[in-house]
């Protein structure tokens, strides 16, 4: 009997720990289960901010890559366009894809088959310049080297392109302001000479002949004394160099100075002087500088108007809210080509007549800037028969605020 019991104990005793051991066991199981679930989905996080992470990358670098004022083209080792920029899109005019043409597909242009062939032969092109066809023309300078490939494989090429058509455009107008104040220098420089040589051999002695022509060496002295004056004036407008002096005043007053110191003059070429300028317009101006606008355009409408003519000064609040001035004369006018290029520095429109009348053809490219350093903006109107209109406008002040 006691045999049994104890049997009994010991197989119960088998049964429960073969219970805590299989519990043991699959619990073991469970863990490693969780574990390995974990690791995945951890793995599975990872991935997916790696991936996020690139992504980010290549947008930024995508980013800065349009981002870029150069075009940039690449070009694999087949000769044919791998990546590109908007920058190069809009230096080119693209309007469709180009990725995967060749460069004679893609730009239709044989300066750009050229460049490759150079860069496959030297394999560095530096300051190569290219000039696009078409309405507006434009200036481009690229630079290009052979991209490094995998041993023995054909090198692909990389193109940056710099647009420098406005570099080029500052260099003509440099050449020109040149070529122009070379010019305006040398006439008056070659009357002196010539009239002081003539006096040095013996026209001294004649009074009379040396009073006329030293008269002449004073007007054309003159004459190189304004053009350095308008010199200094218009590059220090340009520059922005010149500060502004701005205090209220009414304009029908300032017309009417300026109209005085013209009077005798038009009583010599028989013109009548009108000011028609609205009572109580204000403006807050720099006087000198706007009573320098006034001068230049009352000299150029007397000095092109008929004798026997009228010039009349105007001024009214436009629909803009602006103030309008305007000196018309009833001379020849202007015709249209040359409206859009009257305010250019040396530009004329009768070249043998403005010589002729004197000046140093900068007196209307000081108006627009002046005009423009006071936030307005001048321009010239033409009506058949009622010779030329100038006209400027300025920011209008109030007639109290004026006071």
Not at 228 to 244: R, T, Y
Not at 271 to 287: F, K, Y
Request: hydrophobic share 45%.
């Amino acid at each position: 009997m006691i045999w049994i019991i104890r049997n009994w104990e010991v197989t119960v005793f088998v049964g429960a720990l073969a219970a805590v051991l299989t519990h043991f066991i699959w619990e073991r199981f469970q863990n490693k289960r969780a574990l390995a679930k974990a690791q995945q989905e951890y793995d599975r996080r990872l991935l997916v901010r790696e991936k996020e992470l690139a992504a980010q990358g290549q947008a930024r670098l995508e980013a800065l890559f349009d981002s870029m004022i150069e075009g940039v083209l690449l070009l694999d080792p087949l000769g044919r366009v791998e990546l590109y920029n908007r920058s190069l899109e809009r230096m080119f005019q693209l309007t469709t894809g180009i990725r995967g043409l060749t460069i004679i597909e893609a730009f239709r242009l044989p300066e750009l088959v050229k460049l490759g062939e150079e860069v496959q032969g030297a394999g560095e092109v530096v300051g190569f310049d290219l000039e696009l066809p078409g309405e507006n023309r434009r200036h481009l300078q690229a630079n290009a080297t052979l991209v490094a490939g995998a041993e023995g494989a054909r090198r692909g090429a990389l193109f940056v392109f710099h647009d420098i058509t406005r570099l080029r455009e500052l260099e003509r107008t440099r050449q020109e302001f040149v070529a122009n104040v070379s010019h305006e220098l040398r006439t008056p420089l070659s009357m002196i000479k010539g009239y002081t040589e003539t006096l040095l051999d013996g026209a001294k002695d004649d009074a009379e002949r040396a009073t006329r022509f030293l008269q002449v060496i004073d007007r054309h002295a003159d004459r190189l004394n304004f053009l350095i004056d308008d010199l200094l004036v218009i590059s220090k407008l340009e520059s922005g160099q010149m500060p502004l002096n701005l205090q209220p005043i009414e304009l029908r007053g300032l017309a009417g100075r300026v109209l005085e110191q013209f009077a005798a003059r038009a009583t010599g070429r028989q013109v009548m002087l009108s000011n028609e300028v609205g009572e109580g317009l204000c403006a807050t101006v720099d006087v000198d500088r706007l009573e320098q606008v006034f001068v230049n355009l009352l000299d150029n409408a007397l000095k092109y108007g008929p004798v026997g003519g009228r010039v009349t000064v105007s001024g009214r609040v436009n629909e803009e809210g602006m103030l309008e001035l305007g000196i018309q004369d009833d001379g020849p006018g202007i015709p249209p080509e040359a409206q859009a290029r009257v305010f250019e520095r040396f530009y004329r429109v009768d070249k043998a007549r403005s010589r002729e009348q004197g000046g140093t053809g900068l007196g209307l490219a000081i108006v627009k800037h002046i005009v423009h350093a006071h936030g307005g903006k001048a321009w010239v109107r033409i009506e058949p028969g009622r010779g030329a209109t100038f006209l400027f406008s300025l920011p209008q002040l109030s007639a109290a605020a004026a006071h």
